[in-house]
């Protein structure tokens, strides 16, 4: 057989077969109810987040003194806060800051988590350091660390971001190092230092592409803390500070006039919950659909 | 026989090899050692295959990781085709790893679920910068094929494949650089006893075909007898007699090769042989026994079993015991 | 012959079982029709590898399974009660009691907080009511019957102190509490050494002939089979494809399958320059089995009746059957050497 007409079999094998892959997970997609629901309620607030500072008919930061506490009816959704502006347009804008953050830290705690968890599976001095630095964290419970870190970095988004994402780092790395210590294991890690591989290349090419599942599942999990951490933060007033209309900003214009104005604290309550049991499902949906599929290899 | 000329090149001299694990004590220091091998020697001759049995504990396992050096050696040499194994560095050891692969027990868990089929036979490849990417892919579908899988299988994931299929591609990665040598660990014993033959004689192939030289370990009598040139019995960390097959299995000579073959159930009707029934539990490799590690267990024991350790004496032509009748 | 008495009558009937399970890619159906008879004091021997359903099948006798998720059919007779219609307390009272179970790990089967004293003890006042120094009293005696030296010090031990074949002896004291009529042993060696197994086998052996307790052994290894038991069912995925007492199956195996297993199987005298007889191909999956006879995708001799049509359990030699359209002819005119070899 020629080198060509072998290639030419390949491309023809490897789409019949990708095609076939990826009908099988579209499947697995398709019946898993959490995570349909819980990434549709994602995608809406990522597009809201994305789009709905567009088609705003209120800007957030507009103040009606003539209007203040109206109730919701047309005009405004949502109603008015104290100030006369338009809770709709401050939770849309809001979600934006809020998500963003959430993301942030879902992301960089990921990565830091990534690298903390599995260097710590890998060598043994590293594990007892990085354990205990990590273990030093968790032992203060994670809103008054958060708290502290804003008091010593500042009040701003990006602090925002850094406290958080310091916070939640030892949870993903203790999942990416107890997966990782399992991983290391197993046959094929060693199978793969008898073909004279290199550490690195175990570490980042075999042991931590089999964590991402469970990471990308913690990851989602965390993203949901990192929102109700900034809101209790802004809520505080410790975070982002105000007039910017991070849900947690709005919270904490609101609850001063919970009787007077419930709409104030309801609708970006209410968002918040929506987010979180968004992320809350789609991280479930994303675990069970993540480890039948790689366990199916036992007989 | 299989056909190929005298092999009498000596591929491995395996000399006084020691394996110990320590056991860490409260405070980090080595409290106690696990002597998983203790004091093993034997040679391996270019092209034949050498088959280590004994039961769980005996270190066969743990002595086929370390003449590969997957786990770093106690004491002892392994001298490789004239350089000792256990004293080369990094970057020499990483060549010769070229040489020397390993087939291992578990087709579950021998292969990254995450990777293709196709990824894992070019691994080696890529980790030695063997080849232009087409060669490698071009290898790789013919020792695919070598194994008897089909080219399809290239873009397959392992979970999609039977264990008997997996462990042929387990094969198949061994066979990636041309080795001299390929460890084989248990490669049957999680297999279905159907598949288990096929393997077998795709062994025993390519074994001709190749050139190949085995290290057989396993615990299956029967299947390292049908396998080997020269059978390794192995009890407690130490091997207490080693001998061409056919003279080992007529004649066997330590107390402990006899209860061991006098053990083995035959699928075949009034069998029953004079069943030598050990008395006592093993040992622990924490604490072996004095003198010959198996006298607390034999039924020929002397006293001087105790006291002093045996020496091994060659019996007959390749024939070595350990053991103080002889 | 071992263990056989005078009446041949059957303790335990199993009448075209059949269980299936619900998963989440259809209905599998793990024992298919499965029939036969366990007579009193024999050991008899199911043989067949993964998938065949030997395991589902003993589970199915003691309804190990959760109801929910397994759906069973058939009918199964033991002292003239129907097992699978029995009310689960009803159940309760057979399992451990008049039919026992012993499993092939024994580390993950016993319970590693409590002291194997204080787990055999269990076993027997679920089903007596006696007193614990009565119960403390006979656990000792089944230590001493189990082979198992020093019982007194070893009563006080957990699991993990003991060695895997003193934990199998542990698991057989459990099983023997209240003398059962029956004991189901599910591959009790395979996760032992060969020299430990000689010795289990032979206390199981032993145990047949002094209690007079039938024994279910599940096995995969025919040398234990050709050791211990009296008669052989041997399974095929979820059916029943051979059924004889040891000496036939041995001399004279009548179904293909049979015969390749016993040739692909090395023997400690076998002709070592001769490659193994290879049964080509792999079992079919649960999910998609075949057409006609199950077997036909790796038989040597199958033809276009063999595909198309599923054979049945036929008898062709006294006490010996065998699910196959060409059994007869096979034996009968030696094909099976030369199409095996």
Not at chain 1, 23 to 42: A, H
Not at chain 2, 117 to 133: C, D, Q, R, V, Y
């Amino acid at each position: 057989m020629t080198i060509s007409s072998e290639s030419i079999d390949l491309h023809a094998v490897k789409s019949a077969l990708k095609k076939e892959q990826n009908k099988i997970l579209w499947r697995q997609i398709m019946t898993n109810g959490s995570l349909f629901v819980g990434f549709v309620i994602i995608a809406f607030l990522i597009l809201v987040a994305l789009f709905g500072p567009l088609l705003m008919k209120h800007d957030p930061n507009t103040m009606d003194v003539l209007k203040r506490f109206a109730a919701p009816s047309a005009d405004h959704w949502f109603g008015t806060d104290n100030l006369g502006r338009d809770v709709l347009a401050r939770v849309i804008y809001g979600t934006r800051i809020s998500m963003g953050i959430g993301v942030a830290v879902a992301i960089i705690a990921s990565m830091s988590g990534l690298i903390v968890g599995i260097y710590s599976s890998y060598y043994k001095w590293l594990d007892h350091l990085l354990m205990r630095l990590s273990d030093g964290i968790m032992a203060f419970p994670g809103l008054l660390l958060a708290l502290a870190l804003m008091a010593a970095l500042g009040g701003q988004a990006s602090n925002v971001v850094i406290a958080v994402s310091i916070v939640a780092t030892p949870y993903i790395a203790r999942v990416v190092r107890s997966e990782a210590l399992a991983l290391k294991e197993q046959t094929f890690v060693e199978a793969t230092r008898a073909l004279g591989a290199s550490d690195s290349r175990i570490i980042w090419q075999h042991i931590a592409p089999n964590t991402l599942s469970s990471l990308i599942v913690q990851a989602t999990f965390i993203f949901a803390e990192a929102i109700i951490v900034e809101a209790a933060l802004s809520f505080l007033g410790a975070g982002i500070p105000p007039p910017a209309p991070s849900w947690g900003n709005i919270l904490s214009d609101g609850k001063t006039y919970i009787y007077k104005a419930w709409w104030m604290t309801f609708f970006p309550g209410m968002t918040i919950t929506l987010a979180i049991i968004g992320l809350n499902l789609f991280g479930d949906g994303l675990r069970d659909l993540l480890d039948p599929h790689v366990s199916k290899a036992k007989k | 026989m299989p056909g190929h000329e005298t092999a009498t090149h000596t591929l491995l001299e395996v000399k006084g090899v020691k394996k110990y694990f320590p056991v860490r004590g409260a405070l980090g220091t080595t409290v106690q050692e696990v002597k998983a091998v203790n004091d093993v020697s034997f040679q391996l001759k270019r092209g034949e295959t050498f088959g280590i049995v004994g039961e769980s504990g005996c270190g066969k396992s743990t002595l086929g990781r370390t003449i590969l050096r997957l786990t770093e050696p106690t004491a002892g040499q392994a001298i490789f085709e004239g350089t000792d194994v256990f004293s080369m560095d990094p970057t020499a050891l990483q060549t010769l790893r070229q040489d020397m692969q390993m087939v291992f027990q578990d087709p579950y868990s021998s292969l990254n679920p995450r990777k293709r089929i196709g990824a894992i036979l070019e691994e080696p490849l890529n980790i030695h910068n063997i080849g232009t990417p087409r060669e490698r892919t071009e290898k790789v579908l013919k020792i695919l094929n070598t194994v008897g899988l089909q080219t399809d299988h290239y873009y397959r994931y392992p979970h999609e494949f039977s264990g008997g299929q997996r462990q042929r591609i387990g094969i198949a990665r061994a066979l990636m650089m041309d080795p001299k040598l390929i460890v084989c660990d248990e490669p049957v014993s999680a297999l279905d006893v159907s598949i288990q033959s096929q393997i077998i004689n795709l062994l025993k192939k390519l074994q001709r075909e190749l050139r190949l030289t085995y290290l057989f370990i396993a615990h299956d009598i029967s299947v390292v007898r049908y396998i080997s040139d020269r059978v390794g019995v192995m009890y407690l960390g130490q091997m207490v007699e080693q001998a061409p097959t056919d003279a080992m299995f007529a004649n066997p000579r330590h107390p402990y090769t006899h209860a061991l073959l006098s053990s083995v159930p035959e699928p075949k009707l009034h069998a029953k042989r004079e069943r030598i029934v050990l008395r006592g539990e093993l040992p622990s490799p924490l604490n072996p026994p004095s003198g010959c590690v198996f006298h607390t267990r034999c039924p020929m024991a002397k006293p001087e079993c105790k006291k002093m350790v045996p020496v091994n004496k060659e019996l007959s032509a390749g024939h070595f015991v350990s053991c103080h009748l002889y | 012959m071992n263990g056989a008495t005078m009446d041949n009558e059957p303790i335990l009937k199993v009448d075209k079982l059949k269980t299936s399970f619900k998963t989440e890619r259809g209905k599998v159906t793990a024992v298919d029709g499965v029939s036969f008879d366990l007579l009193k004091g024999e050991i008899l021997g199911i043989v067949g590898e993964s998938g065949c359903g030997k395991s589902a099948t003993a589970q199915s006798i003691l309804r190990l399974y959760d109801e929910k998720q397994a759906i069973h059919e058939g009918e199964i007779w033991f002292e003239g009660k129907e097992l699978l219609s029995l009310r689960p307390p009803e159940m309760d009272k057979v399992r451990g009691n008049d039919i026992s179970m012993i499993f092939q790990d024994p580390l993950s089967s016993l319970n590693p907080v409590f002291t194997i004293g204080n787990q055999i003890a269990e076993a027997i006042l679920i089903h007596k009511s006696i007193s614990k120094r009565e119960a403390y009293a006979r656990v000792l005696e089944l230590l001493r019957l189990t082979g198992i030296p020093a019982p007194e010090k070893r009563i006080n031990e957990y699991p993990h102190e003991l060695s895997g074949g003193m934990r199998q002896r542990v698991m057989i004291a459990m099983a023997l509490a209240c003398e059962s009529k029956i004991m189901i042993a599910d591959e009790p060696t395979t996760a032992l050494d060969v020299t430990i197994q000689a010795q289990i086998m032979s206390m199981i052996v032993e145990l047949n002939q002094k209690l007079d307790m039938g024994v279910i052994l599940i096995t995969h290894d025919l040398g234990v089979v050709a050791e211990v038991c009296t008669r052989v069912v041997v399974m095929y995925l979820g059916q029943v494809v051979e059924e004889a007492d040891v000496e036939n199956l041995f001399t004279r195996p009548l179904h293909p399958y049979t015969q390749g297993l016993m040739k692909s199987i090395p023997q400690l005298d076998c002709d070592r320059s001769k490659p193994l007889l290879v049964i080509e191909g792999t079992v079919p999956s649960l999910h998609q089995i075949p057409e006609g006879c199950r077997f036909a995708t790796r038989c040597p001799f199958a033809d276009d009746l063999c595909r198309s049509k599923m054979p049945p359990l036929e008898q062709y030699a006294p006490g010996q059957r065998a699910r196959c359209w060409h059994a007869e002819t096979i034996s009968k005119k030696g094909e099976a050497i030369r199409a095996w070899t």
